[in-house]
């Protein structure tokens, strides 16, 4: 079993949409939460970083996390065309050296 | 504030021929990750480095793959000899320290995408 589990997709939605894009995790020790985006060739830039539970808006994007399920989200309002890329979901746990695992990755495109 | 550098963009070697990636990270910048991206998956780290010495290495091919960090500033990844399966993305990343929650964040340059044919 994969430490983090991430349905890779491909996700297409109309613009304007709500997309909600997931993950799963097995190590209960993870306590930073990050989602990157990676446009086709281009390195990934964080999104959105979250300290153990709860929620964070920043925009048309909010991360939650759910550490009982380990189960993270994030969410995007009014979806773009510029907003089709690949969404990575990150962690690491803490007392360690900020080890960063990635999911696979999720696919998405928005079409106008 | 200059974002991680890396050279070559791209590389294509036939599969025993050997390669070197070099990586510029951000200035003050004390933790270096080196991932390898297979086309369709997420990012695998292959090394990390806090200054210049390493402390995950767990998970990187030791019979082939070898890095450095010279001085706790640059760093080359060198393949020797080349498989096939190589052929990826190798992403350079930085972030400022380890132990700090703050600074967990990576920052990533734009890869070097490998072929081998």
């Known amino acids: 079993q994969k430490e983090v589990e991430q349905d890779p997709g491909p996700l297409s939605v109309p613009e304007g949409a709500i997309v909600s894009l997931n993950c799963t995790y097995s190590?209960?020790?993870?306590?930073?939460f990050m989602w990157y985006r990676q446009y086709s060739r281009k390195g990934p830039e964080l999104l959105m970083y979250?300290?153990?539970?709860g929620n964070k808006e920043d925009g048309r994007f909010t991360a939650q996390v759910d550490k009982s399920s380990k189960y993270i989200s994030l969410f995007i309002r009014d979806s773009q065309p510029s907003d089709s890329a690949t969404y990575l979901c990150a962690m690491s746990a803490t007392g360690g050296y900020n080890k960063l695992i990635f999911g696979a990755g999720t696919r998405l495109a928005v079409h106008p | 504030e200059a974002g991680v550098a890396q050279s070559p963009r791209y590389k294509i070697i036939e599969k025993r021929q050997s390669v070197a990636f070099w990586c510029n990270p951000i200035s003050g910048h004390a933790t270096l990750y080196w991932y390898q991206q297979i086309l369709g998956q997420g990012p695998k780290l292959l090394i990390q480095f806090q200054n210049n010495g390493v402390v995950d290495d767990s998970q990187l091919p030791k019979d082939r793959f070898s890095a450095e960090r010279l001085k706790g500033v640059d760093s080359t990844l060198k393949i020797q000899p080349a498989k096939l399966e190589d052929s990826a993305v190798y992403l350079c990343?930085?972030?400022?320290?380890?132990?700090?929650?703050?600074?967990?964040?990576?920052?990533f340059g734009q890869g070097t995408r490998l072929t081998v044919v």
């Open positions: 990343a930085s972030s400022k320290a380890l132990y700090r929650a703050e600074n967990t964040e990576a920052f």
């Open positions: 979250t300290y153990s539970s």
């Open positions: 190590n209960s020790a993870f306590q930073y």
